[in-house]
């Protein structure tokens, strides 16, 4: 049962919550293109995991409000409860729709930005026989500088080579990996392949194309 204290609401408030509610529709979309963006930073995911708590909590106060709307003493706060929720539920919804289309357009645009990088490594490969043995190793003739992913809250490339980089990714000569920012304890990873052959699943959760690499969603 939710505490009374939580579920009290006067009049004068209801247009801070009405607020609050349609303010998911701009916030969720802002916060992932902050959250990838050059000078964005993980702190960004707290904002967006106050608005996923408050519709966990709409959900949960749903059925509760209706109830309490057989009782006239509790009729009055339980209606203002139930304007908040439905306000908020599909604004939520669309908010979220809106980041998921800003979410795949940010790692496009990264896959995107990664190309120079994958050149260098592939035009290393064919003039060496094989794959560099690390990232520094292309620069200056290949590369001018090792580049970044131009994501602050994940900036650095993995490079994985040789033997190992077999028999973990799927007889790949070699890999890039990028570990993204994710709320709490995670193991969210975006890969890239160069024979472009991504499984289904794997990795630790499924994998999702994004461009030429792929997301695991753990």
């Known amino acids: ?61 749903l ?38 289309r800003v979410w795949a357009a940010r790692w496009e645009a990264f896959s995107h930005r990664s190309q120079p990088l994958i050149a260098a490594i592939n035009d290393y490969e064919r003039q060496h026989g094989a794959p560099p043995e690390s990232l520094t190793v292309l620069v200056p003739d290949y590369l001018p500088a090792v580049p970044d992913t131009g994501i602050r809250a994940c900036s650095e490339f993995q490079y994985f080579t040789g033997e190992d980089a077999r028999q973990q990714y799927a007889g790949n000569p070699w890999a890039l990996q990028v570990l993204p920012p994710v709320f709490g304890v995670g193991f969210d990873l975006v890969l890239y392949f160069p024979k472009q052959a991504y499984p289904e699943k794997g990795y630790g959760g499924w994998l999702e194309r994004v461009g030429e690499w792929a997301y695991v969603h753990e």
């Open 1 to 61: 049962m939710i505490p009374k204290h939580l579920t009290a609401m006067k009049s004068k408030d209801l247009i801070v919550y009405i607020l609050f509610a349609i303010s998911a529709i701009v916030a969720l979309p802002l916060c992932t293109w902050l959250l990838l963006a050059p000078y964005g930073s993980g702190l960004i995911l707290c904002v967006a995991m106050m608005y996923l708590f408050s519709f966990l909590a709409a959900l949960v106060m």
């Open 63 to 100: 059925p509760i409000m209706l109830v309490r709307l057989c009782w006239k003493q509790t009729r009055a706060r339980a209606l203002l409860w139930l304007l908040v929720i439905v306000v908020y539920v599909p604004c939520f919804l669309l908010g979220n729709a809106w980041e998921r």
